[in-house]
């Protein structure tokens, strides 16, 4: 054979077998002792200086090529062709699983009990502007009602953007995007800027709810937040509403319910009051209507704010609102 045959076929062959063994077959014919290229190596001496160059270069080179070849290719057969034997007693590796934040399972829980009434669930970016984060929902610049929210300005020099220091700026964000009716809450990440302790967290999380239409009451909220409350603790409950303030509602109100562990007896959770406290709501304020350019004698609707890290700790006995980003594995895996 010439060194043209050899490299017309060897190739071919070389990536048809199926097995190992035909594999060491086609290195025989090739490469063995008597192989056709090793009988072209070998007949090199008996060739001119000239010849034994060129012909011997392409020789070795070629002999290169198919030994790559043959490499690559008993590693693709690897075990092939044999029988292996597979014991199925054997037992199997057990699958480590990890474990879900409890803010995550308390999120999951809450969002699927809302999607459950109709809701859609929508979010928000956490850097937000000063005029979503508060002109728009009624706390003007200098106004006192902006010392409820301690705020982390983002560019000090112009004070326009913040981490946004509640949900309710996706209020803004929905409205000024999407026509009413409609139903939806807001998951996400908040930031306040005040000390921490067993109750406070300089990052935590809320979840807002927005419902407008033609004929939305209190009355229709205090319906929903009592169905939720009783979806998420699994018992009946009963809902109170307080006057609060909050600028962006009106009237605005502080929801309680009694509390899902002593059932209104007094324990520690409740501080021995028998409620618990939920969250703020209201009816949404003409101005926020004003600002989204929304006709306040046409529409109207409740909106409500509530913590997720307040829940968890009450559904899973948590005492302190710190456990939840401390990082601790010890925590996590508890649930
Ligand atoms: N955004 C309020 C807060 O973080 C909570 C809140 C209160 C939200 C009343 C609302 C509401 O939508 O109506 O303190």
Redesign the pocket.
Known sequence: MTLQEIEQLVFAEIIRVTTAKELEEVQHTYLGRKGHLTAILRGLSTLSLEEKRTIGEQANALRVRIETALKEQFGKLEGKGEEKFFDITFPGKKVVTGHLNPLTLILREIEDIFISFGFSVVEGPEVETEFNNFDALNIPANHPARE??DTFWLKPENQKLLLR????PV?IRYMMTHEPPFRIIVPGT?YRYEATDARHEMQFT?V???VVGKDVTLANFKAVIEAFFIRLFAQKVEIRLRPGY?P??EP?VEVDATCPRCKKKGCELCKFSGWLEL????MVHPNVFDAVKYNPKEVQGF???IGAERFAMIKYGIPDIRLFRSGDLRFIRQF
């Open positions: 409820m929210w220091t509640h949900t309710s209020q908040t809320q807002e709810g927005l909050f962006f509602v605005g969250g703020g709501a209201g909106a409500f704010g």
